[in-house]
């Protein structure tokens, strides 16, 4: 069984650009999560898609992030402009439709680090 | 509000030598208690979990863990290091909206 894909795996841009963070979960995961880590940090939930419906994005900076999930399989975290406190690895994960989207068993990509100069 | 707390930053550990990594939490209800691995440049991997019933519970890797409602934690041990087992280690509470702790370092000497 394929894994959660993300790309790019790495991304270097200039304060005030823009970057958009593509994620394909495992295939059937109708629950999608992104992830921000920042160095030295656990990873923080910034939204949850159920299929292609938000859950909770009550942590998404939505002055500059936006997020979405258009045919309820793969997603596309975006960040414009970027701050140099943006600076992490975003992380994307999905859970299995045996086990609930609430229990915690979540599955995730390798990430996609960012730095912001 | 739920919280982890992993109260050691760093751990280094000899080879074939045992391990415990502390996880205390805060939750109002009964919690879900995770432990995930992460290795340089990947994700997270489950190592266990723990939802209700025997507090002892054993995961990949020969990992185990125990709940203790008392003291609200959810220690993570290995009777046996490996070099292999070198990683950042996330405790984290659910359910609902997961929350992470800050993770502990692993280092393993020769």
């Known amino acids: 069984e394929a894994g959660v894909a993300q790309s790019p795996r790495y991304k270097i841009i200039e304060k005030r650009q823009s970057v958009a963070f593509w994620c394909n979960p495992i295939s059937g995961h109708a629950t999608l999560y992104w992830y921000q880590q920042i160095l030295g940090q656990g990873p923080k939930l910034l939204i949850q898609?159920?299929?292609?419906?938000?859950?909770?994005d009550s942590q998404l900076p939505k002055d500059r992030f936006s997020a979405e999930r258009l045919k309820g399989v793969d997603s596309t975290l975006k960040i414009q402009p970027a701050k140099l406190e943006d600076s992490a690895v975003y992380l994307c994960?999905?859970?299995?439709?045996?086990?609930?989207?609430?229990?915690?068993?979540?599955?995730f990509g390798e990430g996609s680090r960012l730095t912001v100069l | 509000a739920q919280s982890v707390t992993q109260p050691d930053i760093h751990i280094t550990v000899s080879e074939g030598a045992s391990l415990e990594l502390r996880c205390n939490y805060s939750y109002g209800a009964t919690p879900y208690l995770f432990w995930y691995v992460q290795s340089p440049g990947q994700g997270l991997q489950l190592l266990l979990k723990?939802?209700?019933?025997?507090?002892l519970v054993q995961g990949i890797k020969g990992f185990e863990a125990e709940f203790k409602r008392s003291q609200s934690s959810f220690n993570l041990r290995k009777p046996s290091v490996h070099w292999s087992d070198a990683a950042e280690y996330f405790c984290a509470v659910g359910p609902n909206k997961l929350v992470f702790g800050a993770g502990t370092i692993l280092r393993v000497k020769s």
């Open positions: 723990y939802f209700s019933g025997d507090t």
């Open positions: 994960a999905s859970s299995s439709p045996k086990t609930g989207p609430n229990t915690g068993e979540l599955f």
């Open positions: 898609f159920q299929n292609n419906g938000v859950v909770d």
